[in-house]
């Protein structure tokens, strides 16, 4: 099995920056992709930020230029530096990785527990 763990949510001000972190962990021979995904109340869960397994990275119109998502392959770890939030990036994100856990299987989407942003004056 593979587990992740999210860290770094919280309160912050509007055009304030915050820091999210994802650490996978267990059975993981390599992971194609790596991403956060976020749900505000009452919405349905979207992707905010994926980076694969080349580098390459895809990230919403709504996060563009705002936020970033750096990746430490070393680590198994993926982190969401978020920049100049807005009310509307309040929602819970969680972290989800794509991962091939024995050589030959398909690689299937894992996910973390989610941790809360809250962005508010």
């Known amino acids: 099995q593979v587990q992740l763990v999210e860290s770094g949510g919280g309160l912050v001000q509007p055009g304030g920056s915050l820091r999210l972190s994802c650490a996978a962990s267990?059975?993981?021979?390599?992971?194609?992709?790596m991403g956060w995904y976020r749900q505000g109340a009452g919405k349905q869960r979207e992707c905010g930020a994926t980076i694969f397994k080349s580098g390459s990275t895809n990230c919403a119109d709504s996060v563009k230029g705002r936020f970033t998502i750096p990746r430490d392959n070393a680590k198994n770890a993926v982190y969401l530096q978020m920049n100049s939030l807005k009310p509307e990036d309040t929602a819970v994100y969680y972290c989800?990785?794509?991962?091939?856990?024995?050589?030959?299987?398909?690689?299937?989407?894992?996910w973390g527990q989610g941790t809360q942003v809250t962005v508010s004056s």
């Open positions: 989800k990785a794509t991962v091939i856990t024995v050589v030959g299987d398909n690689p299937r989407g894992y």
């Open positions: 267990g059975s993981i021979f390599s992971i194609n992709a």
